[in-house]
């Protein structure tokens, strides 16, 4: 296991459609996040797991937004009716909850046409 | 205001120039501060983490955290063009959801 990986790398999608993102922390890391990284911002928050579980969503994760867990391994995010301020990097990290500092994926860019 | 300010830069600095990037932040809940590196097309990876206020050395790095001033920096020593990234400062109240800045993007001149 060499890190969190995450597929696609890039996406490009209609506005209107559907994307759907996987994120594949490393294996033995309980905690799972994801970000969402704009140019010259840094990454916000948008929700995180511990193992299954899902402790906290930001505002910023509205109704068009939906992330799962399922068997608190790899992980989704999914974007229903994509807007173009959709368009970002989303980034997923995972870390151990007696750890401290995140390990990150390189991220899916998603631009929105 | 925002809870973590950081100046965008860009940052240029002749090589083998020492470095110094700073943060302030508002949240005086704050108990952990990180400092991350990210390369064009990366994620962002773990450079330092310290907890509470002082300072921690790292090879060429050195973080410090002034929490009675609500700022925090990160010192570059001897830096090479390699070093050439953005860097974000990072904070949380627990060991769970990261707020980060901004970023500085960051320039080394051979």
């Known amino acids: 296991d060499t890190g969190v990986s995450q597929d696609p790398r890039h996406k490009i999608t209609k506005r209107g459609q559907n994307v759907t993102f996987r994120c594949d922390p490393i294996s033995e890391h309980n905690r799972l996040y994801w970000y969402r990284q704009t140019l010259g911002q840094g990454p916000e928050f948008l929700t995180y797991f511990q193992n299954e579980a899902q402790l906290e969503k930001s505002r910023l994760l509205s109704d068009r937004f939906s992330a799962e867990r399922p068997k608190g391994s790899f992980s989704t995010l999914e974007i229903q009716r994509t807007e173009q301020g959709d368009s970002a990097m989303y980034l997923c990290a995972s870390s151990f909850s007696t750890d401290y500092g995140y390990t990150f994926g390189s991220g899916t860019r998603l631009t929105v046409v | ?110």
């Open chain 2, 1 to 110: 205001q925002k809870e973590v300010e950081q100046d965008p830069g860009p940052l240029s600095v002749p090589e083998g120039a020492i470095v110094s990037l700073n943060c302030t932040y508002s949240n005086s809940a704050f108990q952990y501060f990180m400092w991350y590196r990210q390369y064009s097309r990366k994620g962002p990876e773990l450079l330092m983490y310290t907890y509470s206020s002082g300072n921690k050395e790292d090879g060429r790095f050195t973080a410090q955290v002034d929490k009675s001033s609500k700022y925090i920096s990160l010192f570059i020593r001897d830096s090479q063009p390699s070093d050439s990234a953005t860097y974000l400062c990072a904070m949380s109240v627990r060991d769970d959801k990261i707020i980060f800045g901004k970023g500085t993007r960051l320039h080394i001149l051979p």
